[in-house]
Structure formats: structure tokens, C-alpha cells
């Protein structure tokens, strides 16, 4: 694992537009970027390569281009033969400046995944180094030596963070509660309705307390899924196309047992610790290291941040967090059509399920666990390199190849 410091879980929970964290709101950073840079520059040709070039197009990725760079003329090109080898990230731009006819700017940019860009040959553009810990096992330690809490560890390293937290969980309310009033169809092409209020509405009417639990937390996700796939506003958490898993689980929370806002945060911080963690040691970037890296991670996130809201230890916050990932593991990231929908959006919702039920399961089996969730987190990215690139976000293999393919 990585001796370089965490930065601050602010990069983990990014307020944006959809539908993709590392396809539009990366490219659209990596775009604002290089304006400020060479303000110069007068053109700009940007070249798309692998995941880049191969989904973007469904995921926006040359519309969030053009828009960032506004009134400055870009031509967009797309590489999606190019030798994956060859390339520094699967998700590899080059930006070309020019002033007056005459090329002023060459760079390479990486969307690295969660809307977080670094530039070839510099250090991550994100805040710095702010966490000396970066494995779970020697936060735990950390914490145990001075009888912090996890959220207490996160508050001690970063007394300003929960502003920002409370940005985030407005935004995830709000793109909740406007997921499920809105219907109709979600743009793209494959006709995908939205069927959030119709969760909601099943899921509120349903006299069996097990299924209207089920059907609400769907819901939710569904909302916020949903929202992502039609680009409104949501939170990278740790992605856009797993922004549905933590805010369902904890918006269920809050509407069956009304904790208050500062519980809500610190969930909210341990979420983030959490999904640091993975980042560091790993990725939370699907062209990397498949879905697994994306509602994996957010499947994580939320168990932990679940059993942070019920008043539960740090050993059933770890257990709960190995559980989520490791029945995440293997998971690919085939989006049809390369588009956040199938099976994207359902997804999101199998993924707070089992977060829920992985935070249940912490209460009682936390003290005989076996794996460790540092452990896992290595096997997840090991499992990821070993994944196919046509299994990593680039829609040529597994369900995006056999639906484009029916008769």
C-alpha cells in the first residue's frame, strides 16, 4: 500500500452535475484547468483516450468539454484504439493550446476518478496531504490510543470539514426528494423510465414492514440515480455512478428514527474516512478497477456510516465496511450503451441493500472477523488490474455487449 498522506475527504464528496464523476466533471476540471494556465490560448484541441473515447460520448464527456471552454473554439477527438499500455490512466486526455496558429501548450491530463484530475509528471491537483494515517488498521490504532471516535479522528484532522459536510447533505436531500417526484424517460436513447416514485409509492403503501423498508431504501437510490443519469445536481460519493448507495441508507435513517443534523455529519465524515482509505490504497475509478471500485467503495462507505449513526463501535464500523466490499468483489463496470443506466442505476440500489444489511450483520458477528478491512480493500484493486479492460468502463464486454446485440 501507498505511504503518501490522505488529502481531505472533501475529495471525496464533490457537489456536481452528472452522469459520470471521472467522464464529465474530471474532463470539465481538467478543461477549467488548462484555461487558467495558458490563458493565452485561443484554441484548444483536446484528444479523448481509452475508457475516455470509448464511453464518453454516452457519458457527455465532449459536452462537458465544450461547455467549460465556452466561447474558446475545441476540437475533440477520440482515441479509442489506442494501446492501453501506452497510456499513464485508462482515463487519459491530451490538451493542445494554440495562440495565434502556433502551438503553446502540451499536456496530458488524467480524470483519476471521483471528478479528481492529476497532470502527467506533477502531484495530484487535489488539497494536500492532510491525514498521516492511511490504512484503516493504523487509524483504528490512532484512534484507540487517544479514545477517539472515527468521526472524532476526522474532526481532530480537519476542524473545518463540516461546512462542507453540510453542503453535501443538503445536496444529497434535495437530489433525493426531487428524484422521486420527477418521471418520464431518462435521456440517452434506450428508453430507460424513471421509476423512483413508483418505489416510493409501492414501498410507502406496503403493510409488510420488511418490504416497505426494502422498497424505500430502493427508492432512494433510485432518486438519486436517477438524477445522476438525467446530469442534475448530486454528490460524488465516492463517484457519480454510485451517488445513490450512501445517501439512501442514511435518508432512511433519518426519516424512520430522526437523528439530528450532527449525527448526520459525523456518518457522514466516517463515510468519507472510509472512502479515503479505499482512494489511497486503491481507486475508486471503474475505467481502473471496474464497478467494484464505485458502488463497491459507496457499499463500504455506507455500512460504516450506518453503524457511525446507531452508535456503534469502530470494530463493528470496519467489520461493516470488509462485508460490503467483499461481496462487492470481482463486481465489472459494463454500462450499456455508455450511459450511468443499466445496470447502473439498479445497481445503486442493490448496493444500499447490502450496505444495510452488512451494518446489521457488524452488530453481532463483529467480533470474530477474520479479514480485515485494509486487506480487502487490496484484494478489491488486485481483483480490478486482473479485470479485462472490456469489464472496466469501456462497454465492449459483459451486458453492454450482449443487449447492443439482441435482436
Known amino acids: 500500500m501507498t505511504d503518501a498522506r490522505m488529502s481531505s475527504i472533501s475529495d471525496i464528496f464533490r457537489i456536481g ?51 467549460t471552454f465556452g466561447d474558446i473554439p475545441c476540437e475533440i477527438l477520440w482515441e479509442p484504439d489506442t494501446d492501453p499500455g501506452s497510456l499513464p490512466h485508462p482515463n487519459t486526455m491530451r490538451f493542445e493550446g494554440f495562440t495565434s496558429g502556433e502551438k503553446t501548450a502540451d499536456v496530458r491530463i488524467m ?58 447533505w443538503a445536496q444529497m436531500r434535495s437530489t433525493i426528494i426531487h428524484g422521486l ?79 439530528d443534523e450532527e449525527q448526520i455529519i459525523s456518518a457522514l465524515a466516517v463515510a468519507g474516512i472510509i472512502g479515503q482509505v479505499i482512494r489511497t490504497n486503491a481507486s475508486v475509478s471503474g475505467a481502473q478497477a471496474g464497478c467494484q471500485a464505485e458502488v463497491g467503495s459507496a457499499c463500504s462507505m455506507a455500512a460504516g456510516a450506518l453503524c457511525s449513526l446507531r452508535g456503534l463501535g469502530m470494530e463493528n464500523i470496519e467489520c461493516a465496511a470488509e462485508l460490503a466490499m467483499e461481496h462487492c468483489l470481482g463486481l465489472t463496470c459494463d454500462p450499456v450503451g455508455g450511459l450511468v443506466q443499466i445496470p447502473c442505476i439498479e445497481r445503486n440500489a442493490v448496493g444500499a441493500l447490502r450496505a444495510y444489511d452488512a451494518a446489521s450483520l457488524s452488530e453481532v458477528i463483529f467480533d470474530n472477523r477474520k479479514v480485515s478491512f485494509d486487506d480487502v480493500v487490496l484484494t478489491m484493486y488486485e481483483t480490478g488490474k486482473d479485470l479485462s479492460s472490456i469489464y472496466r468502463e469501456t462497454s465492449e464486454g459483459g451486458l453492454a455487449r450482449l443487449y447492443v446485440n439482441k435482436p
Open 17 to 67: 452535475r452528472g452522469p459520470s464523476s471521472s467522464h464529465t466533471i474530471g474532463p470539465g476540471r481538467a478543461s477549467l484547468l488548462m484555461m487558467e494556465r495558458y490563458p493565452d490560448c485561443d484554441r484548444f484541441r483536446v484528444t479523448l483516450y481509452g475508457s475516455l473515447a470509448k464511453t464518453g460520448r454516452g457519458h457527455g464527456t465532449d459536452r462537458a468539454i465544450a461547455e
Open 111 to 168: 480524470s483519476i476518478g471521483g471528478g479528481a484530475i492529476q497532470v502527467e509528471g506533477e502531484e495530484r491537483e487535489e488539497s494536500s496531504g492532510i491525514y498521516s494515517e492511511t490504512t484503516f488498521g493504523s487509524i483504528a490504532e490512532f484512534c484507540r490510543q487517544d479514545s477517539m471516535s472515527l468521526s472524532d479522528y476526522v474532526f481532530y484532522n480537519e476542524p473545518g470539514i463540516k461546512e462542507h459536510l453540510r453542503a453535501v
Open 181 to 259: 417526484e420527477a418521471e418520464g424517460t431518462l435521456p440517452g436513447g434506450l428508453e430507460v423510465k424513471r421509476r423512483a416514485k413508483d418505489l416510493y409509492i409501492y414501498g410507502s403503501r406496503n403493510r409488510d414492514l420488511v418490504k416497505k423498508e426494502r422498497f424505500l431504501i430502493s427508492a432512494y437510490a433510485y432518486a438519486s440515480s436517477e438524477e445522476n443519469a438525467s446530469t442534475g445536481m448530486m454528490v460524488t460519493a465516492p463517484t457519480c455512478g454510485a451517488c445513490g448507495v450512501l445517501p439512501a441508507v442514511l435518508y432512511y435513517e433519518q426519516q424512520l428514527f430522526a437523528p
